[in-house]
Protein backbone atom coordinates (compact mmCIF):
# COMPACT_ATOMS: atom_id res chain seq x y z
CA UNK A 1 0.00 0.00 0.00
CA UNK A 2 0.93 3.58 -1.21
CA UNK A 3 1.44 6.56 1.54
CA UNK A 4 1.35 10.27 1.17
CA UNK A 5 4.75 11.13 2.25
CA UNK A 6 5.08 14.67 3.56
CA UNK A 7 6.97 16.63 0.75
CA UNK A 8 7.91 13.16 -0.42
CA UNK A 9 6.59 11.55 -3.94
CA UNK A 10 5.31 8.22 -2.75
CA UNK A 11 4.18 5.61 -5.52
CA UNK A 12 1.09 4.48 -6.12
CA UNK A 13 0.54 0.81 -7.65
CA UNK A 14 -2.49 0.26 -9.64
CA UNK A 15 -4.82 -3.10 -8.71
CA UNK A 16 -4.37 -6.00 -9.96
CA UNK A 17 -8.08 -6.54 -11.21
CA UNK A 18 -9.93 -4.13 -13.88
CA UNK A 19 -11.68 -0.99 -12.54
CA UNK A 20 -14.53 -2.05 -10.04
CA UNK A 21 -17.47 -0.04 -11.43
CA UNK A 22 -17.85 -0.68 -15.07
CA UNK A 23 -16.89 -4.66 -14.53
CA UNK A 24 -17.94 -6.08 -10.69
CA UNK A 25 -21.28 -4.17 -10.02
CA UNK A 26 -23.33 -5.24 -12.76
CA UNK A 27 -25.90 -3.04 -14.86
CA UNK A 28 -28.91 -5.28 -13.10
CA UNK A 29 -27.93 -4.32 -9.71
CA UNK A 30 -29.96 -1.73 -7.65
CA UNK A 31 -27.67 0.40 -5.86
CA UNK A 32 -30.44 1.33 -3.38
CA UNK A 33 -30.09 -2.07 -1.95
CA UNK A 34 -26.59 -2.50 -2.01
CA UNK A 35 -26.27 0.27 0.57
CA UNK A 36 -29.19 -0.75 2.13
CA UNK A 37 -31.38 2.38 2.02
CA UNK A 38 -34.48 3.25 0.17
CA UNK A 39 -34.82 5.25 -3.26
CA UNK A 40 -36.71 8.52 -1.18
CA UNK A 41 -33.34 8.49 1.29
CA UNK A 42 -31.79 11.54 1.58
CA UNK A 43 -28.18 12.85 0.63
CA UNK A 44 -26.94 12.51 4.38
CA UNK A 45 -28.87 8.86 5.02
CA UNK A 46 -26.83 7.79 1.69
CA UNK A 47 -23.57 8.81 3.39
CA UNK A 48 -24.38 7.53 6.77
CA UNK A 49 -25.14 4.22 4.92
CA UNK A 50 -22.18 4.32 3.30
CA UNK A 51 -19.96 5.01 6.38
CA UNK A 52 -21.34 2.43 8.96
CA UNK A 53 -20.91 -0.67 5.93
CA UNK A 54 -17.46 1.11 5.27
CA UNK A 55 -16.40 0.33 8.65
CA UNK A 56 -17.77 -3.17 8.61
CA UNK A 57 -16.46 -4.59 5.62
CA UNK A 58 -13.00 -2.59 4.89
CA UNK A 59 -10.48 -4.89 3.78
CA UNK A 60 -7.81 -3.43 6.11
CA UNK A 61 -10.55 -5.23 8.85
CA UNK A 62 -10.78 -7.94 7.25
CA UNK A 63 -7.69 -8.92 5.18
CA UNK A 64 -8.48 -12.67 4.67
CA UNK A 65 -11.93 -12.46 3.66
CA UNK A 66 -12.69 -12.44 0.18
CA UNK A 67 -16.55 -12.16 0.67
CA UNK A 68 -16.08 -8.93 2.79
CA UNK A 69 -13.65 -7.26 0.07
CA UNK A 70 -15.98 -7.55 -2.69
CA UNK A 71 -18.70 -6.51 -0.80
CA UNK A 72 -16.85 -3.49 -0.13
CA UNK A 73 -15.65 -2.51 -3.15
CA UNK A 74 -19.75 -2.92 -4.14
CA UNK A 75 -20.43 -0.91 -2.00
CA UNK A 76 -17.60 1.71 -2.67
CA UNK A 77 -19.03 1.80 -6.25
CA UNK A 78 -22.62 2.43 -5.27
CA UNK A 79 -21.46 5.42 -3.18
CA UNK A 80 -19.88 6.90 -6.13
CA UNK A 81 -22.91 7.45 -8.08
CA UNK A 82 -25.68 8.05 -5.52
CA UNK A 83 -23.46 9.65 -2.86
CA UNK A 84 -23.10 12.70 -5.93
CA UNK A 85 -26.20 14.76 -6.85
CA UNK A 86 -25.82 14.67 -10.43
CA UNK A 87 -24.83 10.62 -10.84
CA UNK A 88 -27.63 10.12 -8.91
CA UNK A 89 -30.40 12.16 -10.49
CA UNK A 90 -28.95 10.72 -13.48
CA UNK A 91 -29.67 6.82 -12.13
CA UNK A 92 -32.85 7.45 -11.10
CA UNK A 93 -34.10 8.78 -14.52
CA UNK A 94 -32.34 5.64 -16.32
CA UNK A 95 -29.72 8.19 -18.40
CA UNK A 96 -27.13 5.76 -16.35
CA UNK A 97 -26.69 2.41 -15.45
CA UNK A 98 -25.21 0.97 -11.92
CA UNK A 99 -22.13 0.95 -13.48
CA UNK A 100 -22.14 4.83 -14.13
CA UNK A 101 -22.41 4.58 -17.97
CA UNK A 102 -24.72 5.80 -20.26
CA UNK A 103 -27.39 3.53 -21.02
CA UNK A 104 -27.65 2.82 -24.88
CA UNK A 105 -29.10 -0.02 -27.62
CA UNK A 106 -27.97 -3.92 -26.13
CA UNK A 107 -26.84 -5.71 -29.13
CA UNK A 108 -26.40 -9.16 -28.70
CA UNK A 109 -22.86 -10.37 -28.83
CA UNK A 110 -23.33 -12.40 -32.37
CA UNK A 111 -22.98 -8.75 -33.58
CA UNK A 112 -20.40 -7.29 -32.20
CA UNK A 113 -18.46 -6.19 -28.96
CA UNK A 114 -20.24 -3.89 -26.69
CA UNK A 115 -18.05 -2.64 -23.39
CA UNK A 116 -19.11 -0.08 -21.37
CA UNK A 117 -21.97 1.37 -22.72
CA UNK A 118 -19.94 1.64 -26.33
CA UNK A 119 -18.82 -0.66 -29.49
CA UNK A 120 -15.32 -1.88 -29.68
CA UNK A 121 -14.00 -0.56 -32.82
CA UNK A 122 -11.82 -3.41 -33.69
CA UNK A 123 -14.84 -5.52 -33.96
CA UNK A 124 -16.56 -4.97 -37.51
CA UNK A 125 -20.56 -5.08 -36.79
CA UNK A 126 -22.01 -7.06 -39.21
CA UNK A 127 -25.01 -4.66 -40.08
CA UNK A 128 -22.25 -1.92 -41.37
CA UNK A 129 -21.92 -4.55 -44.28
CA UNK A 130 -25.49 -4.98 -44.42
CA UNK A 131 -26.18 -1.44 -44.64
CA UNK A 132 -23.41 -0.17 -47.05
CA UNK A 133 -24.52 -2.35 -50.07
CA UNK A 134 -28.69 -0.95 -49.59
CA UNK A 135 -27.77 2.69 -49.18
CA UNK A 136 -24.50 2.90 -50.33
CA UNK A 137 -23.02 4.16 -46.70
CA UNK A 138 -22.06 2.54 -43.01
CA UNK A 139 -24.06 2.83 -40.43
CA UNK A 140 -22.80 5.98 -38.31
CA UNK A 141 -20.57 4.61 -36.12
CA UNK A 142 -19.98 6.07 -32.19
CA UNK A 143 -18.12 8.97 -31.24
CA UNK A 144 -14.49 8.55 -29.64
CA UNK A 145 -15.04 7.00 -25.61
CA UNK A 146 -13.02 8.28 -22.54
CA UNK A 147 -9.89 6.44 -22.13
CA UNK A 148 -10.00 3.74 -18.73
CA UNK A 149 -9.68 4.79 -15.11
CA UNK A 150 -6.76 3.35 -13.26
CA UNK A 151 -7.64 2.87 -10.05
CA UNK A 152 -4.69 3.06 -6.81
CA UNK A 153 -4.97 2.07 -2.90
CA UNK A 154 -3.43 5.20 -0.98
CA UNK A 155 -2.86 5.59 2.70
CA UNK A 156 -2.86 9.16 4.32
CA UNK A 157 -2.18 10.05 7.51
CA UNK A 158 -4.78 10.90 10.56
CA UNK A 159 -3.86 14.35 10.91
CA UNK A 160 -4.12 14.54 7.20
CA UNK A 161 -7.09 13.32 7.67
CA UNK A 162 -8.13 16.06 9.85
CA UNK A 163 -6.58 18.96 9.07
CA UNK A 164 -6.28 18.63 4.90
CA UNK A 165 -3.46 18.23 3.28
CA UNK A 166 -1.67 18.50 -0.66
CA UNK A 167 0.67 15.90 -0.82
CA UNK A 168 2.82 14.78 -3.73
CA UNK A 169 1.96 11.48 -5.66
CA UNK A 170 4.12 9.24 -7.87
CA UNK A 171 2.35 7.35 -10.52
CA UNK A 172 2.92 4.00 -11.93
CA UNK A 173 3.89 5.92 -15.07
CA UNK A 174 6.72 8.33 -13.12
CA UNK A 175 4.55 11.52 -13.30
CA UNK A 176 4.45 13.27 -10.04
CA UNK A 177 1.11 14.79 -9.36
CA UNK A 178 0.42 17.12 -6.39
CA UNK A 179 -3.41 15.75 -4.58
CA UNK A 180 -5.43 17.90 -2.90
CA UNK A 181 -6.38 15.66 0.14
CA UNK A 182 -9.53 17.49 1.74
CA UNK A 183 -10.28 17.64 5.33
CA UNK A 184 -12.89 14.99 7.00
CA UNK A 185 -11.68 11.90 4.17
CA UNK A 186 -12.43 8.84 5.72
CA UNK A 187 -11.02 5.31 4.76
CA UNK A 188 -13.18 3.91 1.35
CA UNK A 189 -13.48 7.35 0.03
CA UNK A 190 -12.00 7.45 -3.46
CA UNK A 191 -10.39 10.95 -4.31
CA UNK A 192 -10.49 11.13 -8.48
CA UNK A 193 -7.96 12.63 -10.61
CA UNK A 194 -9.31 13.57 -13.78
CA UNK A 195 -7.41 12.38 -17.16
CA UNK A 196 -4.79 10.77 -15.15
CA UNK A 197 -5.61 7.39 -16.16
CA UNK A 198 -5.59 5.54 -19.87
CA UNK A 199 -5.30 7.23 -22.97
CA UNK A 200 -8.98 6.88 -25.05
CA UNK A 201 -8.11 4.50 -28.09
CA UNK A 202 -10.85 5.93 -30.10
CA UNK A 203 -9.33 9.52 -29.82
CA UNK A 204 -11.69 10.39 -26.28
CA UNK A 205 -10.64 12.07 -23.40
CA UNK A 206 -7.82 10.20 -21.06
CA UNK A 207 -9.80 8.18 -18.32
CA UNK A 208 -9.00 9.24 -14.41
CA UNK A 209 -7.15 8.00 -11.46
CA UNK A 210 -9.62 6.96 -8.94
CA UNK A 211 -7.38 6.58 -5.30
CA UNK A 212 -8.67 4.50 -2.65
CA UNK A 213 -8.05 6.15 0.69
CA UNK A 214 -7.32 4.25 4.01
CA UNK A 215 -6.61 6.63 6.89
CA UNK A 216 -3.90 6.09 9.54
CA UNK A 217 -4.53 5.70 12.95
CA UNK A 218 -3.22 8.36 15.77
CA UNK A 219 -1.81 7.03 19.41
CA UNK A 220 -3.26 10.03 20.64
CA UNK A 221 -6.76 11.41 19.23
CA UNK A 222 -9.29 9.40 18.33
CA UNK A 223 -11.95 10.18 15.80
CA UNK A 224 -15.98 10.35 16.76
CA UNK A 225 -17.56 11.82 13.17
CA UNK A 226 -15.96 15.14 13.01
CA UNK A 227 -15.40 15.60 16.46
CA UNK A 228 -12.24 14.27 18.33
CA UNK A 229 -11.11 12.87 21.75
CA UNK A 230 -8.07 12.51 23.59
CA UNK A 231 -6.99 11.76 27.59
CA UNK A 232 -5.29 14.67 29.34
CA UNK A 233 -3.72 13.49 32.51
CA UNK A 234 -3.44 16.58 35.32
CA UNK A 235 -2.03 16.71 38.19
CA UNK A 236 -4.35 16.49 41.87
CA UNK A 237 -2.84 19.92 42.80
CA UNK A 238 -4.23 21.67 39.22
CA UNK A 239 -7.44 19.16 39.34
CA UNK A 240 -7.92 20.35 43.25
CA UNK A 241 -7.13 24.29 42.69
CA UNK A 242 -7.87 24.59 38.77
CA UNK A 243 -4.79 25.91 36.37
CA UNK A 244 -3.34 25.33 32.84
CA UNK A 245 -2.12 22.63 31.10
CA UNK A 246 -0.27 22.43 27.57
CA UNK A 247 -2.08 20.22 25.45
CA UNK A 248 -1.40 18.86 21.68
CA UNK A 249 -3.89 19.44 18.84
CA UNK A 250 -3.37 18.43 14.97
CA UNK A 251 -3.32 22.04 14.47
CA UNK A 252 -0.79 22.79 17.59
CA UNK A 253 0.08 22.97 21.35
CA UNK A 254 -2.62 25.22 23.09
CA UNK A 255 -3.19 26.26 26.61
CA UNK A 256 -6.22 24.41 28.24
CA UNK A 257 -7.67 25.90 31.25
CA UNK A 258 -8.79 23.24 33.98
CA UNK A 259 -11.66 24.24 36.21
CA UNK A 260 -10.85 24.77 40.29
CA UNK A 261 -12.13 21.11 41.62
CA UNK A 262 -12.14 19.01 38.33
CA UNK A 263 -12.23 15.17 38.90
CA UNK A 264 -11.11 12.05 36.68
CA UNK A 265 -13.75 11.58 33.77
CA UNK A 266 -14.70 14.98 32.53
CA UNK A 267 -14.62 16.52 29.40
CA UNK A 268 -13.66 19.39 28.16
CA UNK A 269 -14.38 20.89 25.12
CA UNK A 270 -12.32 23.21 23.10
CA UNK A 271 -14.27 24.37 20.13
CA UNK A 272 -13.81 23.94 16.32
CA UNK A 273 -10.49 21.81 16.98
CA UNK A 274 -11.40 18.73 15.97
CA UNK A 275 -11.83 17.69 11.86
CA UNK A 276 -11.16 21.15 9.93
CA UNK A 277 -14.67 20.69 7.30
CA UNK A 278 -15.26 23.77 5.86
CA UNK A 279 -17.98 26.13 6.91
CA UNK A 280 -18.71 23.35 10.05
CA UNK A 281 -15.54 22.20 12.19
CA UNK A 282 -15.97 19.91 14.90
CA UNK A 283 -14.73 20.04 18.01
CA UNK A 284 -11.68 18.13 20.68
CA UNK A 285 -13.25 17.01 23.71
CA UNK A 286 -10.25 16.26 26.41
CA UNK A 287 -10.97 13.49 29.33
CA UNK A 288 -9.12 14.32 31.94
CA UNK A 289 -6.94 12.28 34.02
CA UNK A 290 -6.07 13.42 37.78
CA UNK A 291 -2.43 12.02 38.76
CA UNK A 292 -0.89 11.89 41.95
CA UNK A 293 1.65 14.57 41.97
CA UNK A 294 4.27 12.66 43.74
CA UNK A 295 2.84 8.73 45.33
CA UNK A 296 6.00 8.93 48.07
CA UNK A 297 4.30 12.68 49.60
CA UNK A 298 4.25 11.80 53.42
CA UNK A 299 2.11 14.73 53.68
CA UNK A 300 -0.48 13.69 50.79
CA UNK A 301 -0.54 10.60 52.84
CA UNK A 302 -1.29 11.90 56.21
CA UNK A 303 -4.05 13.94 54.38
CA UNK A 304 -5.65 10.78 53.19
CA UNK A 305 -5.58 8.69 56.30
CA UNK A 306 -7.19 11.14 57.88
CA UNK A 307 -9.92 11.88 55.24
CA UNK A 308 -10.62 8.14 55.42
CA UNK A 309 -10.88 7.93 58.98
CA UNK A 310 -13.25 10.45 59.03
Same mark, same amino acid.
Given at each position: ???????? &????????????????????? +???????????????????????????? /???? /??????????????????????????????????????????? =?????????????? =??????????????????????????????????????????????????????????????????????????????? /?????????? +?????????????????? +????????? &???????????????????????? &????????????? /?????? &?????????????????????????????????
Amino acid at each position: MAHLAHGV &PFLCRPFNKAPLIGNQLGMTQ +DLYAILGISKSASAGDVRRAYKRLAKEL /HPDL /HPDDSAKAEKFKRVTAAYEILGDAAKRRQYDNGEIDASGNPRG =FDRSANFGDWRRGG =FDRQHQDPFDDILSGMFGGGRRRPGPSKGQDMRYRVKVSFEDAVMGARRDMTMADGRVLNVAIPPGIESGQTLRLKSQG /HPSRTGGPPG +DAMLEVSVGTSSLWRRDE +DDLRMDVEV &PLSTALLGGIVDIQTPSGQVAMKI &PEGSNSGANLRLR /HRGVQR &PGRPGHLYARLLVMIDDPKDKELKNWARKHRET
